[in-house]
């Protein structure tokens, strides 16, 4: 009983306090579910956020991350901490994990968004390491690199945005095409993403995402929702250095055995070289 009253008086001092705040409107939450293909990988996700807002000009999020395709199964949580305007812009920082069967990857960054009337101007920058199950010989187990990018977001109306993302994770450069749409239905909408990197790369996949927790009748904007309640999920992010990282490793290692190379997360082992390796479909997105 005292973790049930607890919890409500956790609820009602989260409202209250919400009252005037401009880094989050209020306690509210969003989930998205997407299907697409991943580097000839078919496969679907799921991710949730829940934002809190803290004093009059802070927030914390808190985000999980679950996708499976044919090959493979990730899963992930982060967190993060940020001052926000909703007039004027956004300065935060973030880390979180993403583990499966084969590797571990753990990221830390900064983030910062300046808003104008139907611009979004925003930048990340951060460190990033995997950590894989098996080793091999012509690169060190740990992976540490630097993540960044640039990105505009552009809202033509403002229940629709355009989003454009230059970035680089691990050396793989990339660019990233998003939009999202929001439906008549209240806290409804629908994304799409498009992304092409180095080494043949590329993704792309469909969804659907619900926001929800608003205590207004008042029905918010795609915008609002953008500026105002939840922030992007980090994990996708991190999640697409993975796969960069996959794509470079699948690169060297094909450099190194030649047809012989073909990393996954198929069932049979074998000895190639003094390396332990496990073969599978060619191409894997995390390995």
Known sequence: MNKVLNFILYISLSQAISFGNTAVSELNYKISSTHGNYNSYEGYSIDGSASFPIGESFGIQVDSLYLKTNAEEFKGLGSQFFWRDYKKGLLG???????????????????????????????????????YEETVSFESRSQTGFHGGLYCIYYPIDDLSFTLTAQSKHDIKSIQYDLEYALPANGVSILASVQNA?????????????????SSSRRKTLKERHRWDDPINILHGM?????????????????????????????????????????????????
């Open 239 to 287: 999640l697409h250095g993975v796969f960069h990282r996959g794509v470079q490793r699948n690169r060297k290692g094909k450099e190194t055995y030649g047809d012989d190379w073909q990393p996954s997360l198929g069932v049979e082992s074998t000895i190639i070289g003094g390396d332990f390796l496990v073969v599978g479909p060619e191409n894997s997105p995390g390995n």
């Open 93 to 131: 920082i973030h880390g979180g994990f993403i583990h499966d069967a084969t590797l571990k990857s753990y990221g830390a960054s900064f983030m910062g968004e300046y808003f104008l009337e139907n611009l979004t101007f925003g930048s990340t920058a951060g460190w990033n390491q995997i950590r």
């Open 198 to 214: 180095e080494d043949n790369y590329e993704q792309a996949y469909l969804g659907l995402r619900y926001y929800f927790g608003s």
